[in-house]
């Protein structure tokens, strides 16, 4: 492996996370992301060289200072930007994570993914090393995805099914977009994918919010959902119902 594989760039890491995987988590935002969702609330984290140059090793001896907050289900989370851009530095990560005995989990919206190699074989191996993956997926419309993100889904679909295949557990994460993603049309055949899925443990829907405009304004980039609201309780409920729900109707 050069020395290049073996440094990540890093947007900024958090020691005391709760919502990003089971337990207490170190997470790590790792820089860049090819999508452009116009919902993004981190578009500081696109550019992947405006990152902070670390090694895996320094990585892990910085979560470590923290693993007696993990008790038994905590451990590390890498996310981003989108951390699958930085297979080879990720997969030395959680392979000595591994080997220390760290829990790892990946959350990733798996837009690099492809079945060509040498790419397929570095994921699969990544595979290998990863407890738990976070999976958003942000539109099931193939259409309406690219207008959301700029990126087609299919290769995300595709992800997912082989993650179902090989019985990863997975947790389906779906930001609820009003005017985008929440008509019931959508959200009943995203419900229907993810039944079809072996190995999700869990769904959760996640509410669009404008929290992240300032970051677009600082950036002197237009934002795309200007004008927008976040979702009314009524149909995050209903989305919910819909999508939450699905994995124990298919028991």
């Not at 090989?166 to 779906?174: A, L, T």
């Not at 985008?180 to 869990?202: C, G, M, P, T, W």
């Amino acid at each position: 492996m050069s020395q290049e594989q073996n440094i990540g760039y890093v947007h900024s890491l958090e020691s005391f996370g709760s919502v990003d995987g089971p337990g207490v988590r170190y997470i790590i935002f790792l820089s860049g992301c090819a999508m452009r969702c116009q919902f993004c609330h981190n578009p500081d984290t696109w550019e992947k060289n405006a990152g902070t140059p670390t090694s895996a090793e320094e990585l892990l001896d910085k979560a470590w200072r923290y693993r007696s907050y993990w008790g038994e289900k905590g451990g590390i989370t890498v996310s981003g930007g989108e951390p699958l851009l930085q297979i080879d530095f990720l997969n030395e990560l959680f392979r000595k994570a591994k080997e220390r005995g760290i829990h790892t989990a990946l959350d990733t919206s798996g837009n690099p993914f492809t079945e060509q190699e040498p790419y397929f074989s570095k994921w699969k191996e990544l595979m290998k090393n990863t407890d738990l993956v976070l999976l958003d997926i942000k539109h099931i419309d193939e259409e309406q995805h690219r207008i959301l993100t700029g990126q087609s889904n299919r290769n995300i679909l595709r992800m997912a099914q082989l993650l179902s295949e090989m019985k990863k557990p997975m947790w389906i994460r779906h930001v609820l977009v009003p005017e985008r993603n929440d008509k019931d049309e959508y959200l009943f055949r995203l419900a229907e994918f993810i039944r079809e899925l072996q190995s999700v443990e869990r769904v959760e829907v996640l509410p669009y919010h404008t929290m992240g405009i300032f970051k677009w304004e600082n950036l002197g980039l237009d934002y795309p959902l200007e004008g927008v609201c976040p979702p009314s309780a009524e149909r995050v409920a209903n989305a919910k119902r819909i999508l939450e729900d699905c994995i124990t109707m298919k028991k």
